[in-house]
């Protein structure tokens, strides 16, 4: 299994532009999540999913859209890259409300 | 959200047990305590978690008191390997129970020496 894997690994974005961080798992999880990490800090939950076609906000989901397609998919999309926006997103999965399990990551930055 | 509070730094020879203290007194009843680790600014890696009773596996072994209001991680033989950030986290239920959350805070950076 490769687990929860995430592209690309790192992107520059403009500001403005727009930009869709990819993530998918092949353990047949039915949550996953997208969290985002700033430098020094922990991590913090932007959007979850309790299966297909069901999404939810986390703590910190403005500026970002989501959805959940298949079980293996959970995209994250950011519509007008803004410079708070940079950061480090990490997607997870775990089956139901069971044991998390991450993604390598995306390093954003937007200039 | 209970909240976990962490030294903000520690080290550790090589070979010898690292053990990393939590502290967790607002824990509720059915919440659990997970221990993740980041090397550098890989994604986070689960370790172990638990609920009242001590949890061992192969990577460590978890003491949690008899209050649950604090815990103790414990690496038995740390490497060089094992040097990151280690989060000591308290899994929340949301969305009335149908989901759950993981607030990390800052860790503690645990740094293995020769």
């Known amino acids: 299994n490769a687990g929860v894997t995430q592209t690309p690994k790192f992107r520059i974005l403009k500001i403005g532009q727009s930009m869709t961080l990819q993530c998918t798992q092949d353990?047949?999880?039915?949550?996953m999540y997208w969290y985002r990490q700033d430098p020094g800090m922990g991590l913090k939950l932007i959007y979850y999913?309790?299966?297909?076609?069901?999404?939810d906000k986390g703590e910190v989901p403005n500026g970002y859209n989501v959805s959940r397609s298949t079980t293996e998919d959970f995209p994250l999309r950011l519509e007008l890259a803004a410079p708070s926006q940079t950061s480090v997103y990490f997607c997870?999965?775990?089956?139901?409300?069971?044991?998390?399990?991450f993604g390598p990551g995306t390093r954003l930055l937007v200039l | 959200d209970a909240k976990t509070t962490q030294p903000t730094s520690m080290d550790c020879a090589e070979g010898r047990a690292a053990n990393l203290p939590c502290n967790h007194s607002?824990?509720?009843?059915?919440?659990?305590v997970y221990w993740y680790r980041q090397i550098h600014s890989q994604g986070p890696q689960y370790i172990i978690h638990?609920?009242?009773n001590n949890e061992t596996n192969e990577m460590a072994s978890l003491i949690i008191t008899e209050d649950r209001k604090s815990s103790t991680l414990i690496l038995p033989h740390a490497t060089l390997r094992d040097t990151a950030v280690y989060y000591c986290?308290?899994?929340?239920?949301?969305?009335?129970?149908?989901?759950?959350?993981?607030?990390f805070g800052t860790g503690t950076r645990l740094q293995v020496t020769l």
């Open positions: 607002t824990i509720s009843g059915n919440e659990y």
């Open positions: 638990g609920l009242k």
């Open positions: 999913s309790v299966g297909a076609g069901i999404t």
């Open positions: 986290i308290v899994r929340v239920a949301i969305n009335t129970g149908t989901a759950s959350k993981l607030t």
């Open positions: 997870a999965s775990s089956y139901s409300m069971e044991t998390q399990y």
């Open positions: 353990m047949n999880h039915n949550y």
